[in-house]
């Protein structure tokens, strides 16, 4: 079996847009992403031949990259084939071209699209069926829509997972028709980010919350647009993770400073204890997430379906936020920070237990795979 990495020989033409982008452009991003260079004289072997006439989910591209003989079919024609043999390669192109069936005497293995199973997307931590659709204008909106929920995690927070969704659909949709980078959208929203800290740090809790929740959104957004668009990199990576990773605490600190305009200041033995556990409870929380894939291979959240679904409340940005605004609701910002600091203890203590109970599994002799990849 030839195992060399296969070059991507796209066949056709298709001038039909998807986020911005013609069908030509996508897969020689999703290529470039990949790592597999462009070769659409089909010069070299083997080959990943991609008719263009089809918009499909990056993961497929990568999974016939390892799947050499392999084709992915919808009704019967052939959308992407991983082809040894330059002839074999020549007649599959030639089907592709002309919208013809899979020719007989391939000898590929096919897999339909219609009942060719799921896949399992570890950077989204999601078992998917990723989508293949024919390109064409009318089909576009569909498609974006299902490429977008195709770049949602599968688990993450209530907020991000129910109540985000179309807000950041559209402004994805829009950011991708007037060309606003990914990046550009993490700069808009670190400014956004900003401002919310100065406002809680003054006490103005309520315009604090509506930039916190922009800033929220478009954190949504940034990593939607870089998916959809095929633009995720390196900087773009470490500008909004570095964000996400390193607010939160200067949030806690600026509300709990904003107390004193609401005459509900905390003393300055409380103010440090809660500041403290507050910090530790965040730090630690990450350390053993972090701690947790490099002993057992995969994030703390996707191990069991119990894990998954403490994720969506778990002591994060955003569930903590969401206790905040309830809070204020009663006008009592101290009650809420207050809960928020309750609320990680308890967290990182389910953390420390989930730990703990995959490293006795293990002990055990038991394998640790998640129950997302069943």
Same mark, same amino acid.
């Given at each position: 079996?030839?195992?060399?990495?296969?070059?991507?020989?796209?066949? #056709?033409?298709?001038?039909?847009?998807?986020?911005?982008?013609?069908? &030509?452009?996508?897969?020689?991003?999703?290529?470039?992403?990949?790592?597999?260079?462009?070769?659409?004289?089909?010069?070299?072997?083997?080959?990943?031949? %991609?008719?263009?006439?089809? &918009?499909?989910?990056?993961?497929?591209?990568?999974?016939? &990259?390892?799947?050499?003989?392999?084709?992915?079919?919808?009704?019967?024609?052939?959308?992407?084939?991983?082809?040894?043999?330059?002839?074999?390669?020549?007649?599959?192109?030639?089907?592709?071209?002309?919208?013809?069936?899979?020719?007989?005497?391939?000898?590929?293995?096919?897999?339909?699209?219609?009942?060719?199973?799921?896949?399992?997307?570890?950077?989204?931590?999601?078992?998917?069926?990723?989508?293949?659709?024919?390109?064409?204008?009318?089909?576009?909106?569909?498609?974006?829509?299902?490429?977008?929920?195709?770049?949602?995690?599968?688990?993450?927070?209530?907020?991000?997972?129910?109540?985000?969704?179309?807000?950041?659909?559209?402004?994805?949709?829009? &950011?991708?028709?007037?060309?606003?980078?990914?990046?550009?959208?993490?700069?808009?929203?670190?400014?956004?980010?900003?401002?919310?800290?100065?406002?809680?740090?003054?006490?103005?809790?309520?315009? #604090?919350?509506?930039?916190?929740?922009?800033?929220? %959104?478009?954190?949504?957004?940034?990593?939607?647009?870089?998916?959809?668009?095929?633009?995720?990199?390196?900087?773009?990576?470490?500008?909004?993770?570095?964000?996400?990773?390193?607010?939160?605490?200067?949030?806690?600190?600026?509300?709990?400073?904003?107390?004193?305009?609401?005459?509900?200041?905390?003393?300055?033995?409380?103010?440090?204890? %809660?500041?403290?556990?507050?910090?530790?409870?965040?730090?630690?929380?990450?350390?053993?997430?972090?701690?947790?894939?490099?002993?057992?291979?995969?994030?703390?959240?996707?191990?069991?379906?119990?894990?998954?679904?403490?994720?969506?409340?778990?002591?994060?940005?955003?569930?903590?936020?969401?206790?905040?605004?309830?809070?204020?609701?009663?006008?009592?910002?101290?009650?809420?920070?207050?809960?928020?600091?309750?609320?990680?203890?308890?967290?990182?203590?389910?953390?420390?237990?989930?730990?703990?109970?995959?490293?006795?599994?293990?002990?055990?002799?038991?394998?640790?795979?998640?129950?997302?990849?069943?």
């Amino acid at each position: 079996m030839n195992t060399a990495k296969p070059s991507v020989r796209r066949v #056709g033409r298709n001038e039909t847009t998807l986020w911005g982008m013609s069908s &030509a452009e996508r897969v020689r991003r999703i290529a470039t992403a990949a790592a597999l260079p462009i070769d659409d004289e089909g010069r070299q072997s083997p080959q990943l031949l %991609v008719d263009l006439g089809y &918009a499909f989910d990056p993961l497929w591209l990568a999974h016939l &990259a390892g799947r050499p003989g392999a084709v992915l079919t919808l009704g019967g024609r052939a959308v992407i084939a991983h082809v040894g043999d330059p002839a074999v390669a020549d007649m599959v192109a030639a089907a592709m071209a002309h919208g013809d069936a899979l020719p007989d005497g391939t000898a590929l293995e096919v897999i339909a699209f219609e009942t060719g199973g799921r896949i399992y997307n570890t950077a989204l931590r999601k078992l998917e069926q990723p989508f293949v659709e024919r390109l064409e204008p009318d089909s576009v909106r569909a498609i974006e829509r299902k490429s977008y929920q195709g770049a949602y995690k599968g688990v993450t927070d209530i907020l991000t997972k129910y109540l985000w969704p179309q807000w950041a659909f559209l402004l994805t949709r829009v &950011a991708a028709r007037i060309g606003i980078s990914p990046n550009g959208v993490t700069a808009i929203g670190a400014v956004l980010c900003v401002i919310a800290t100065l406002l809680f740090w003054r006490g103005d809790y309520w315009p #604090g919350l509506a930039a916190g929740l922009a800033f929220m %959104v478009l954190d949504t957004v940034d990593g939607k647009l870089a998916r959809c668009t095929i633009t995720s990199s390196w900087w773009g990576n470490i500008f909004d993770h570095g964000m996400d990773l390193i607010h939160p605490p200067f949030w806690w600190f600026a509300w709990a400073v904003g107390l004193g305009a609401w005459g509900l200041a905390f003393t300055p033995t409380i103010f440090w204890a %809660v500041q403290a556990i507050l910090f530790a409870g965040y730090v630690l929380q990450r350390l053993i997430e972090g701690a947790f894939i490099k002993a057992f291979g995969m994030h703390i959240h996707v191990w069991r379906k119990c894990d998954s679904d403490f994720r969506l409340v778990t002591a994060r940005r955003n569930p903590n936020m969401a206790i905040l605004f309830f809070a204020m609701l009663f006008a009592r910002p101290d009650i809420g920070l207050l809960a928020v600091t309750g609320w990680t203890v308890l967290s990182l203590l389910v953390h420390a237990v989930q730990f703990i109970q995959a490293a006795a599994a293990r002990r055990r002799g038991e394998t640790l795979t998640s129950w997302l990849a069943g």
